[in-house]
């Protein structure tokens, strides 16, 4: 197997190892040498990008209720870093991004801070971000993205070292970026096979599929239909030896890990 030139991206950061969507993660994930990096966005109350995958806070977080329903700075008075089971017992050993940076706690990380730490990685980082639905802001999502994207001159590919692909399970959010960033690249997220996609044909102006690894364990011909219509092949979520080898023989362009580090040592990287 020839894990060159595959794509590793580190799922909500190096998950594994440090609490998901934190900065430590990231940065970890960068040190670890994953070529790119993966997250999801939600909007505050008050119209920020936070990356955070749950609808509500309980499971990431020592707060309650809806993400949607809090502002930013009420998210940045919550930890979302002790409920890791890899959380360090000593502020000696945290990153600490709290802003202040005074006590041991890992606030919410905003889309910004998340951009201008691949801006500061000092080499190429590809970022995915996903676009969460259903929200109750709608295609409000998508547009403060874009609006992020442009302000750091990012809606597009460029000569910079950071380059943004959007992805969602809704094909009609990806049609929306199409609309407002005609130029971003694209992932449709899928964990069932529709009907429609048998042939291994995506919709219009979307290049790229963004099957679950068990969706490809399930149907593992899928790959080869995708990349017969032309389209590359981003799998998620791969963090077994067994699921590596299937991916890697399935032709995946890019692998989306909770454990970037041990995907590169497994392709030899």
Request: some cysteine; aromatic content about 4%.
């Amino acid at each position: 197997m020839n894990g060159q030139g595959r794509l590793v991206f580190a799922h909500r950061g190096s998950s594994e190892a440090l609490p998901e969507h934190t900065l430590g993660a990231y940065l970890r994930a960068v040190d670890e040498g994953a070529d790119g990096l993966e997250c999801d966005v939600r909007l505050t109350r008050d119209g920020h990008l936070v990356c955070l995958h749950d609808r509500r806070l309980e499971r990431t977080s020592n707060g309650r209720g809806v993400v949607s329903a809090h502002t930013l700075a009420e998210l940045n008075r919550l930890d979302f870093g002790s409920w890791h089971p890899q959380w360090p017992d000593s502020a000696d050993d945290l990153i600490l991004d709290r802003p202040g940076g005074r006590e041991a706690h890992a606030s919410v990380l905003t889309l910004e801070r998340l951009l201008d730490a691949a801006l500061g990685a000092g080499r190429p980082i590809r970022l995915l971000i996903e676009t969460k639905h259903p929200t109750r802001f709608g295609h409000a999502v998508e547009e403060r993205l874009v609006a992020v994207l442009r302000r750091y001159g990012l809606e597009r590919p460029g000569p910079g070292p950071v380059q943004v692909t959007v992805m969602s399970f809704s094909p009609g959010a990806l049609r929306r970026l199409r609309q407002l960033a005609p130029e971003l690249p694209t992932v449709l997220l899928m964990e069932l096979l529709p009907p429609w996609l048998r042939d291994g044909r995506l919709p219009s102006g979307i290049g790229i599929a963004g099957p679950g690894v068990r969706l490809l364990r399930n149907h593992p011909r899928l790959a080869e239909r995708l990349h017969n219509q032309g389209n590359r092949l981003y799998v998620w979520t791969v963090n077994t030896a067994a699921d590596v080898d299937l991916v890697l023989a399935l032709g995946a362009d890019g692998i989306i890990s909770d454990r970037p580090r041990f995907v590169l040592d497994r392709l030899g990287r």
